[in-house]
């Protein structure tokens, strides 16, 4: 069984689009994030979800919005894609805030044509 | 800005030799965490170290932690092929953990 799962793996789409990325963990962890991370590999928080509550909001367009129906799941929808949102995107889990360690999922790699 | 920045950035080594990657940190911490990530995978965690520890060991693999230095290293002895990876440390900051840019390692066979 994977741990952390996010779905689809791949994303291709146009500019101006909107689109979902969905993740569901089964570890039992309180926390859930999402990370993007760049063609360099630079990894960059962007959300962090407690039980369902908004802990973490980094500097992030309003055009991403993530959502939470439940501490096992976490999605993230964009609107109005643009280019520069090309990257992977992660979903990762933790007990806590990750001070014992995350774990991540596969990634989704999104292109904006 | 970014807590930890690792050094290399690139490490190219022949199997069988150890690897060594640093990390250096700004401001205090309470733990160090490294993690390995494969191409197109997501990240592994491999280790972590408190900010009380000095050392620590698992399988093939050494972490050092120098606070007063603000500096980690990561040792992989008698690489492989499969250590072929991208290889991050991982620093709490304002209730956040922050990921350095990563040193990618390429084992030769």
């Known amino acids: 069984d994977t741990a952390v799962s996010q779905t689809p793996k791949y994303l291709v789409t146009q500019m101006g689009n909107d689109k979902s990325i969905k993740c569901e963990q089964n570890?039992?962890?309180?926390?859930m994030y999402w990370y993007k991370q760049d063609s360099k590999k630079f990894l960059k928080i962007m959300f962090s979800?407690?039980?369902?509550?908004?802990?973490i909001n980094e500097t992030v367009p309003n055009r991403f919005s993530p959502k939470s129906p439940d501490k096992a799941h976490l999605n993230l929808h964009i609107n109005s894609l643009e280019l520069g949102d090309s990257a992977v995107y992660f979903c990762a889990s933790s007990q806590d805030q990750g001070w014992d360690g995350y774990t991540f999922g596969s990634g989704t790699r999104l292109t904006v044509v | 800005s970014q807590q930890g920045e690792e050094d290399p950035q690139a490490l190219s080594i022949q199997e069988g030799e150890n690897a060594t990657m640093n990390c250096s940190y700004k401001t205090s911490i309470n733990n160090l965490q490294w993690y390995r990530q494969n191409s197109g995978r997501g990240l592994v965690h491999l280790i972590l170290i408190r900010s009380n520890e000095r050392e620590k060991h698992s399988g093939r693999l050494r972490v050092t932690l120098d606070t007063s230095k603000k500096s980690s290293s990561l040792l992989i002895t008698a690489s492989r092929a499969a250590d072929t990876a991208s290889y991050f440390c991982?620093?709490?900051?304002?209730?956040?953990?922050?990921f350095g840019p990563g040193t990618s390692l390429s084992v030769i066979p």
């Open positions: 979800y407690n039980n369902k509550e908004l802990i």
């Open positions: 570890l039992g962890h309180d926390t």
């Open positions: 991982a620093t709490d900051r304002d209730d956040k953990v922050i």
